[in-house]
């Protein structure tokens, strides 16, 4: 997933923000703004293995009245050959790449927003009664994905 470098902002964009979002310090840190901006917009790595950014995120959680980050466990499903080997998604100018063919704990807010609106329309054949065929335009998922474990809270990684 690309992520937003908060360390090339300058101090006062990072206090604006937080500002806007109603997030608060005791005292200044940037490298702790920087976890709680994270946190914030869901880019800490909540679900990465023996980093420690697990617990990271769960201080964090308790320093700030932040909401319950809802994941739901999917896998992406390949639907051609010429697929990307990641479901590419963009959301309030942040960029994720999720693998596929692979269980991921996707953010709800990720699923609910964008995935489930990404749709195309495709060609399908109808055989008639008679025999004959005719194309109709259907819509369908652009990134078909099964879920594996339904909507749970971060905390419980």
Same mark, same amino acid.
């Given at each position: 997933?690309?992520?937003?470098?908060?360390?090339?902002w300058?101090?006062?964009?990072?206090k604006?923000?937080?500002e806007?979002?109603g997030?608060? /310090?005791?005292?200044? =840190?940037?490298?702790?703004a920087?976890? /709680?901006?994270?946190?914030?917009t869901?880019?800490a790595?909540? #679900?990465?293995?023996?980093? @420690?950014s697990?617990?990271?995120?769960?201080?964090?959680?308790?320093?700030v009245d932040?909401?319950?980050? *809802? /994941?739901? $466990?999917v896998?992406? #499903? =390949?639907? =051609?050959?010429q697929?990307?080997?990641? %479901?590419? %998604?963009? #959301?309030?100018g942040?960029?994720?790449?999720?693998?596929r063919?692979v269980?991921?704990d996707?953010?709800?807010?990720? /699923?609910?927003?964008?995935?489930?609106?990404?749709?195309?329309?495709? *060609?399908m054949p109808i055989?008639? *009664?008679? @025999?004959?065929? $005719?194309?109709?335009? $259907?819509?369908v998922?652009?990134?078909?994905?099964?879920?594996?474990?339904? =909507?749970?809270?971060?905390d419980?990684?």
């Amino acid at each position: 997933m690309a992520k937003t470098n908060y360390w090339s902002w300058k101090d006062s964009e990072l206090k604006a923000f937080m500002e806007d979002n109603g997030i608060k /310090l005791e005292t200044w =840190s940037r490298k702790e703004a920087i976890a /709680l901006i994270m946190a914030f917009t869901g880019e800490a790595e909540i #679900h990465t293995d023996n980093t @420690g950014s697990k617990e990271l995120f769960k201080d964090i959680q308790k320093k700030v009245d932040l909401p319950k980050l *809802m /994941l739901t $466990r999917v896998i992406f #499903h =390949s639907t =051609s050959e010429q697929d990307l080997p990641y %479901v590419p %998604v963009g #959301h309030q100018g942040l960029a994720f790449y999720i693998p596929r063919e692979v269980e991921v704990d996707v953010p709800d807010y990720i /699923l609910n927003s964008c995935i489930k609106d990404a749709v195309e329309e495709r *060609m399908m054949p109808i055989t008639e *009664m008679n @025999g004959d065929i $005719r194309w109709i335009k $259907r819509k369908v998922q652009r990134f078909p994905y099964s879920i594996v474990k339904p =909507s749970f809270p971060a905390d419980e990684l």
